[in-house]
């Protein structure tokens, strides 16, 4: 039944993280315990990610963090769109790689997130521009503080605005040679009360009262950190 449905297509697509990952899975594992391998790595590499950018940023290891297990499991989840929470783990961890190098050894940053973005790409294109906006604001808190010294600020913002562009050249090309590239474009713009339910959708799962205690534990840790 599914073969009149899907047919291998092998081509550019920034969306084919467990395409690639699951098959040859499937040769050592048998094919449910791979499909729940892959599904565990969907809900738990956004929670690892946030340890991760939590240390790197901060400097220290902290429970608040593991917060973030209260939204593995969300609407994003139930949707289906795995390989997006793959690349929302992956884009996290290689931020905080990222971080923790490019001050001391900014050729290896710049060797290890070159790969990575590849990764990332394949993974979903949202992945690769959510990798450059943590990277972006965290490179932003550093020239802002060299604000009062108009020659370093303008030397970091050149300087590390190469190395992204560096990082990123690759993707660029991938994207240029995928099947997206210059295809017409088509944005919805939703109502505003779908949004409003949209933004609930860390929360949603198959359970309401399991949504709702979620949403209060979320909403109360953090009123509890901006209180204190």
Known sequence: ILSTIYAPHWTIVPNLG????GPP???????????KLLLACAAFLPVIGVVCYHRA???RVSLWPL???????????FLGFINFLWGVGLALIAAAAWIRLIDRHPLRSIAVSIPVGIVLFFCHILAVLFFGLLIGAREFVGVWRCVPDLRAALQR???RAGMLALVLLPVGILYCRSAFAGAPVGLVWDEPSRKL????????????????????????????????
Do not use: C, E, K
């Open 197 to 228: 339910i949209d933004l609930l959708s860390p929360f949603m799962t198959y359970s309401q009262p399991v949504a709702a205690l979620t949403f209060v534990g979320v909403v109360g840790a953090i009123i509890i950190v901006w209180r204190h």
């Open 25 to 35: 899975l499937m040769r050592v594992l048998p094919v449910h315990v791979a499909g």
């Open 18 to 21: 467990i395409d690639l990952v």
């Open 57 to 59: 940023v901060f400097g």
């Open 67 to 77: 917060m973030s297990a209260l939204v593995a499991f969300n609407g994003i989840f």
């Open 157 to 159: 913002v050149a300087t």
